[in-house]
């Protein structure tokens, strides 16, 4: 069963410097029908404007990855990583017992546009941790590339949780397809362009879960970027 929600549908907030799309429930967005689904607790869309972002903030028990869409984002925090990430680096950053962390657009003319998800920890109160790594445009072109997996396979960042999310850039025409294991779930995140999921049509900004279907195929009605999480 595949479960479309439409771009439109998120919860939207204009804060003037920031642009936000929460996929569930997030801050001063509540909507008890969509709190997250399976490992994913979170999936927001931000625009930040030039020079703006988000000041020293605390997090727990909670695995952030970061997927930079568009622009540049300057990530500090208290375990003492600093760094400028860009479009094809992922970040991930371990909450775990505690930890602060900010996130600013570098950019004096540029907007930042991301995507941020949340996972729940399989285990909670593990050593907080931080990694990021570069994947090229060519690793991610028509094909499934992992980005963040339990155990880091293909040069992926480690995740502490059971779910694997795949990043793909997919030119119009183009299809991948997908095998689930016994008992998973699937999330589709679709960042640019359109496509189809199993023949329904998702357009930038769309998400879908799926339960119940062994086989996944998507294909490109125009160039076309998208997240696939593999969730237990």
Do not use: C
């Not at 970061?66 to 925090?77: C, F, Q, R, S, V």
């Not at 963040?148 to 793909?168: L, M």
Request: hydrophobic share 35%; glycine share 10%.
């Amino acid at each position: 069963m595949i479960t479309i929600r439409p771009s439109a549908e998120r919860g939207t907030f204009d804060h003037g410097w920031l642009q936000s799309a929460h996929t569930f429930s997030f801050a001063d967005y509540h909507d008890p029908r969509h709190m997250g689904y399976r490992r994913l607790r979170v999936i927001n869309e931000d625009h930040v404007a030039a020079g703006q972002g988000f000041g020293m903030h605390p997090h727990r028990d909670m695995e952030i990855v970061t997927w930079i869409l568009d622009g540049a984002l300057e990530h500090k925090d208290s375990m003492g990583n600093g760094s400028v990430i860009r479009p094809g680096d992922a970040q991930r950053m371990s909450a775990g017992t505690g930890v602060l962390h900010s996130e600013f657009n570098p950019s004096k003319t540029d907007s930042t546009h991301l995507l941020q998800i949340w996972l729940f920890p399989s285990e909670r109160g593990i050593q907080p941790g931080y990694e990021e790594k570069h994947f090229p445009r060519s690793s991610r072109l028509n094909k499934l590339a992992p980005m963040a997996t339990p155990d880091g396979r293909d040069g992926s960042v480690v995740i502490h949780t059971d779910a694997a999310i795949y990043a793909t850039i997919l030119e119009k025409g183009q299809s991948v397809k997908h095998r689930l294991a016994s008992g998973r779930g699937a999330w589709l995140q679709v960042a640019r362009g359109e496509v189809t999921l199993n023949g329904q049509r998702l357009k930038a900004g769309d998400g879908a879960s799926v339960e119940d279907e062994r086989d996944l195929a998507i294909a490109a009605l125009a160039d076309s970027e998208f997240l696939l999480f593999d969730l237990g």
